[in-house]
């Protein structure tokens, strides 16, 4: 059958996450750092007034760009957190989280062979986004030696003719990277200079650890060429609800809702409604849960650099990215070897690019317990390995 | 708040090495914020948080509102402090409005603890009158949800 499929589908890397989970989803007792979302479940008066929305009999469709209420209240919110404002009337689409959001911004302005750079190691749906747009992938190295942050100066070198769209996610999935204001200012002249549109994946903004977020729509010149993305699945910890958000330039916005009606129609209603209750009461919350992840960063940040491993302390998001250098082993045969002999999952850098290779991505997002437990572990396997060899992908 | 007491009140048991661990402090800093909360009388004891609800705990709850008369000067001080001194009172309050005093007791059966009312409680000089509940079930104890199922197990192991 596999003739029938469409040449960029077929030639589509397999996610490295995927045979992994495959793996450890066969174990019993294994503590998971691999797990890209919050351990919170969803606050319960969010939760509530997704039952109560579901009780009135909120079960139709909405407005193609959603719930004109939402809107607003999406519009007053990035107003006040990232000082850009979106009239809700028209710069502003609800969508199904921030992955449709990246797709339909891809879609919308993607011809085919253009090209799109993107900072890398990054979240895994990046370059298969590209290349399902018929776009062309274009990779910026960031290093540990900078925290993961973005450097301008990797942007031209990478840069080539063709280049149209520039995206970034800041904080950073897998590395926790973010950039202080001096390093955006200068990506934000470079999108200028260069004339291109900027995805900025902003998922992880509410969970920032030092300084303050700055968003790069902020910078002079960069609304009218940015496409802002947010959703509540991190902040709020909402993942299983899928639902995120676009705000940027009628044009743009106007172009994504075309392909977004045809594909989705509107995000699910129920969600909507939930995330309404996130915006209007949900702040207490997003409080409390980032208190706990900055705690419990230091904690495995501390505890691993104790280890052996060289940890640079990220500034955001809930994961982090030591290196495995000092074991001698590659980032697969390190989580491999973790796996087996200590049975504590962490996800091989390399699955998030090739400058991801030797680091492995932990996630913090588990409760106190259970990441010291985990870190004695990481501890003892750094200290005592012998680790067998990853068996071969395939 | 001080990290040990914000620790505490979150829930979960930490042993005082994991709380240094998590609070970036050393485990002398936690010894010395436990003394000083005891100190302060904010922190009184470790204690589990059991369902005493189960079959299997083999002990009867009962939450009892007691109507009594003020004395002139203490009020109702020196009437709840002596109550409070039986064993079988596990939490004795103040409240507002048409009780004076609820009473949280336990005992190994419910014919204990209905003696325990109405031959200690209901006697006492200056106890009007007694209203006692039984518990049958409980819904939540101590910040757990009790029944719910463990969110932990509904997490993908593995997610981008």
């Given amino acids: ?168 996610n800041l904080p950073c999935n897998p590395t926790g990277g973010t950039c202080d204001r001096a390093r955006l200012e200068k990506i934000a002249r470079f999108a200028v200079e260069k004339d291109l549109i900027v995805l900025s994946d902003e998922i992880y ?131 491999y070897g973790l796996l087996d002999a200590q049975k504590v999952a962490v996800v091989p850098g390399g699955a998030f690019g090739p400058s991801g290779g030797g680091f492995v991505r932990a996630s913090y997002a588990t409760g106190y317990d259970q990441l010291v437990e985990a870190c004695d572990r990481i501890e003892r396997f750094v200290n005592t390995a012998n680790p067998c060899s990853a068996p071969s992908s395939s | 708040m001080n990290p040990v007491l914000k620790l505490l009140t979150e829930g979960g048991y930490l042993t005082t090495a994991q709380m240094a661990q998590v609070a970036g402090v050393s485990e002398a800093e936690v010894t010395a914020h436990l003394d000083q909360l005891k100190r302060d009388g904010v922190f009184l004891g470790w204690r589990p948080v059991l369902d005493l609800s189960r079959e299997s705990a083999g002990a009867v709850r009962a939450v009892i509102e007691v109507k009594m008369t003020p004395e002139r000067g203490g009020g109702f001080n020196r009437l709840a402090e002596r109550l409070s001194k039986f064993d079988e009172v596990e939490s004795c309050y103040l409240m507002s409005g048409s009780y004076d005093l609820l009473i949280f007791v336990n005992g190994p059966s419910l014919q204990k603890v209905a003696a325990f009312v109405s031959e200690k409680l209901s006697t006492l000089e200056g106890v009007l009158s007694t209203s006692t509940h039984f518990m049958l079930r409980s819904y939540k104890e101590g910040s757990f949800l009790i029944g719910a199922p463990a969110s932990e197990a509904d997490r993908l192991k593995v997610s981008p």
Wanted: charged share 20%; hydrophobic share 40%; proline share 5%.
């Fill in chain 1, 205 to 335: 903004s509410e969970l920032v650890y030092e300084g303050a977020h700055t968003s790069i729509t902020a910078f002079p010149g960069m609304k009218e060429r940015t496409i802002f993305l947010h959703g509540f699945s991190k902040a709020f910890a909402m993942t299983g609800f899928r639902i995120g958000y676009a705000c940027g330039p009628v044009e743009l916005i106007d172009a994504m809702m075309r392909v977004h009606q045809y594909s989705m129609l509107c995000a699910p209603i129920l969600s909507q409604e939930a995330a309404l209750e996130a915006l209007n009461h949900g702040e207490d919350g997003v409080k409390a849960m980032r208190e706990q992840y900055h705690r419990r960063r230091d904690l495995v940040v501390g505890r691993l650099n104790a280890a052996g491993l060289t940890c640079h302390s990220p500034a955001g998001a809930f994961y982090v990215f030591p290196s495995v250098a000092a074991t001698g082993l590659s980032d697969r045969d390190f989580a």
């Fill in chain 1, 1 to 168: 059958m596999k003739r029938f499929i469409a040449r960029h589908v077929a030639t589509l890397p397999k996610s490295g996450i995927r045979d992994f989970f495959e793996i450890v989803s066969k174990m019993k007792d294994v503590i998971s750092l691999g797990i890209g979302e919050p351990d919170f479940d969803t606050p319960w008066h969010i939760r509530e007034a997704a039952i109560y929305a579901l009780e009135k009999g909120k079960t139709h469709y909405t407005s193609n760009l959603g719930l004109l209420e939402l809107r607003r209240a999406i519009s007053t919110y990035v107003e006040a957190h990232y000082g850009a404002g979106y009239r809700p009337e028209d710069e502003i689409l609800v969508t199904v989280g921030v992955s449709e959001a990246i797709d339909l911004a891809l879609r919308a302005l993607i011809n085919p062979g253009d090209k799109v750079l993107y900072h890398e190691p990054c979240y895994v749906s990046y370059h298969p986004s590209v290349a399902l747009a018929h776009g062309i992938a274009i990779p910026v190295p960031t290093r540990a030696a900078d925290g993961f942050a973005l450097n301008a100066e990797d942007l031209e070198k990478a840069w080539q003719p063709g280049c149209k769209v520039l995206m970034v």
